[in-house]
């Protein structure tokens, strides 16, 4: 016989409504104690009840699905992959909370990109709510979606609509150690390779990089400009350190160096603003270790947050990453 919402009351000893508020993931709205929460799922577990989702989202409660949307494709990734590892972590944050996830992949148009609205109605609606991602978002989608009260997190910063919670890295105070580290071993001249892109991550790199060099004689270029005479142009100049934007720069920036005759560290001093590819000729290089397993867990638990009403659907948070050295700064003897 299934087991019914009265028979767990009667176990947990409360109200067939308070179990139906636990239930619903209501427990918050209807002022539900933690130990009362705790005392029903207890019961629900000793006699084997298991919610129906489709029921519950007939009857105007949630599903306990929980969305992942990506404004461009991103599965599968590659260990490599810049998404890999906040997919991994949403995943383990969906685990812990005990959460199903849906991914949104229907919505994709001929030039690759996805849209939230496909004919003109909330896909997301499936889901009690989502975690947006995406290196190339749309604002009017998210503001949409902000003003229509959906409960959504954006993985990354996202200063364009204030309203809409988010979970970032902070990049511009490891950026600012890299650059104190280059300042202490004696470097005032820095060249830095930016990737061809204007994402949000690279955008905050480059401007983290900016303001931490201050009065340096800094050289910015885009990778698309680099080549070995480059790198020798800007040794004759006194560039003693180079700093790249993303991995895929480093290789590029690594390889102009080899082309040039020189080397990292004796000619110059090398950091990488992200984690270097494994096998690349940067591998070695000081980076920046960005903690995308755990930026990954907590939008996922800001967005549970947000709907068990304990967080508001503002909320804004970021995340420390630190530089990690493996030789590649040397001192100048400044």
Known sequence: MAVRQRDIARAAGVSQATVSLVVSGRSSEGGVSTRTQERVRAAMADLGYVADPVAQSLRGGRSGLYGVFTFEPVFPARPDDYFHEFLVGIEVGAA??????????????????????????NRLRVADGSIVLGQQRSEEELRRLAEEKYPFVSLGQYDPVPEAAWVAVDYAAAVRAIVADLHGAGHRSIGYVAGDDERLPSRARRTAFAAAAGEDEARMIPQSALDATTVQNWSREGVTAVVAENPIAAEALGAA????????????????????????????????????????????????????????RDHHEMIRCLPHHLGSIASTGD
């Open 96 to 121: 812990e909370l005990g959460r199903d996830l849906v991914l949104f992949s229907s919505t994709q148009q001929s030039d690759g990109s996805r849209t939230i609205f496909h004919g003109g109605a």
């Open 257 to 312: 160096i080899t082309r040039a005759g020189l080397r990292v560290p004796d000619d110059f001093s090398a950091a990488c603003l992200e984690t270097p590819l494994r096998s690349g000729r940067s591998a070695g290089w000081s980076h920046l270790v960005i903690p995308k397993r755990e930026v990954g867990a907590r939008t996922m638990k800001v967005l549970s947050g947000i709907l068990g009403g304990d967080l508001p």
